[in-house]
């Protein structure tokens, strides 16, 4: 009987994990600002500049956010990465002030969600 339960509570713990959500993000930016952040989306959009890239990066229900990387990162459009930074309120991309904004240190590619609208 209790073997049971405790199995239900570790997968209800696995299942919520410890990373922030793109809405979290999106709700209460300021909440969030120059601390470490990181959560799982896809690449909705690339737009490169001469030292960084601008990336939009997606939840499985579309909500977006901003992530600005030095370079080029090893994804495309439609992948799945896990990104880790900072959330700053402005940065400079190119010639453009952008709000909001996470400035990568890590960019890793993940594979999609199994259970993509979920929650």
């Given at each position: 009987m209790?073997?049971?339960?405790?199995?239900?509570?570790?997968?209800?713990?696995?299942?919520?994990?410890?990373?922030?959500?793109?809405?979290?993000l999106n709700e209460r930016p300021a909440k969030f600002y120059e601390k470490a952040v990181s959560f799982t989306g896809r690449v909705a959009r690339i737009q490169e500049f001469p030292?960084?890239?601008?990336?939009?990066?997606?939840?499985?229900n579309e909500?977006?956010?901003?992530?600005?990387?030095?370079?080029?990162p090893?994804?495309?459009?439609?992948?799945?990465?896990?990104?880790r930074g900072v959330l700053v309120p402005e940065a400079r991309v190119g010639e453009t002030s952008?709000?909001?904004v996470v400035a990568a240190e890590e960019i890793l590619p993940v594979r999609p969600p199994f259970f993509r609208n979920l929650f």
């Open positions: 209790r073997v049971p339960r405790l199995l239900a509570i570790i997968g209800l713990l696995a299942l919520v994990g410890c990373s922030e959500t793109i809405p979290q030292s960084e890239t601008l990336l939009e990066v997606a939840d499985a909500r977006r956010i901003l992530v600005r990387a030095q370079g080029r090893d994804a495309a459009t439609g992948d799945w990465v896990k990104v952008v709000y909001d």
